[in-house]
Structure formats: structure tokens, C-alpha cells
């Protein structure tokens, strides 16, 4: 029954991406039609982890500048241990499902386990955070409405930390906290 409640909600995922998607005229069609594109395996540009989290992969599969702003969509491996500080994004609300792993969520001032199959949605100007508490590293599927927070993670490979600072707030995140530990 769990097994067929994820497939389930995984699905319904991946049909909400879809949909919103084809809201959109898309800037650079792929394989199917005018304005829909498909990211196949192995084809998303993919960037390392800010100082510090360098064992974290970000995955960019559908940007602003593809979505006509609609939305950003990227996939993250998280390293155990490992996640950002507690932050907020003025503009975007932004969502998440967990693929693998086992992953604490701080909303505000609650912290909530969220495993394999959880769904998190966080509105903007919400404080929160997240750390995969596993062993392995774990995979996150995240998406931001409207779209443009996503391309701050190819902007910031190799910066210092003055310049990663200038960059989120060009991106509207706020750092108002430490980390889950």
C-alpha cells in the first residue's frame, strides 16, 4: 500500500512539473513539441556544491530562461550531513520532493522528518532548512515559482564568500540562521 501511495504522489509530481511547463513558451525546444522540451539522463548541466558543501551536486533540468519565468527545476544529491543555513526566498515559493535518502526539514521553527516520498512545500518569506540525516548521500527534487533562483547555483562555482553573499541577494535568498545540526 506505501509502495503504491509514492508512486502515486511521485507521479503527481511529475504530472504538475509537466503541466506548468507547457504553460510556457519554451526557449529551446528538444525532442518533442514547440515549447516542451525533455532533459534526458545525463544531460542536465551539473554543479558542485558552494565552500563547505562541496560533496553536494546541484542539477539545473528546467531554468527561468526555458520556462519563459514560469518556474526553475533541479534535482540535488545531498552528502550525509549536509545542507544549507536557514534561509528564505523573498520571491519564490518553492517545493520539494524527497527521492532517496532521510532528510529533517526546519519550517519556521518546526523540524520534521521527511524520507524517501515526502513532499515539502514552503512558501515565500518562510524560514527554513533541511539535512540528510542518513548515511548516503540523498536525493532532492526541488522546484521554485516564478522561476530565476535556480541559476544561482551555476553563478556561484569557485566564488568566495563576499561574492556568493552578493549572489543570493541578487537571487532574493536571505541567510537568517545557522544550519541543522
Known sequence: ?????????????????????????????????????????????????????????????????????????????????????????EMEAEFCYVVSGQFNFKLGERIVSAPAGAFVFIPRITPHTFQNIGTEPGVLLFGVTPGGFEKMFAERQGVDADTNQKLMAKHHMQVVGPPLR
Open 1 to 89: 500500500m506505501h509502495s503504491k501511495v509514492m508512486k502515486t504522489r511521485l507521479g503527481l509530481l511529475y504530472l504538475l512539473a509537466a503541466a506548468v511547463l507547457s504553460l510556457s513558451s519554451i526557449s529551446r525546444p528538444v525532442f518533442a513539441a514547440e515549447g516542451a522540451f525533455i532533459i534526458l539522463p545525463g544531460e542536465a548541466s551539473r554543479y558542485s556544491g558552494q565552500q563547505g558543501r562541496e560533496g553536494d551536486f546541484t542539477e539545473l533540468l528546467a531554468t527561468a530562461d526555458e520556462t519563459g519565468g514560469v518556474l526553475g527545476f533541479f534535482r540535488q544529491t545531498i552528502a550525509p550531513k549536509s545542507g544549507p543555513p536557514t534561509h528564505l526566498h
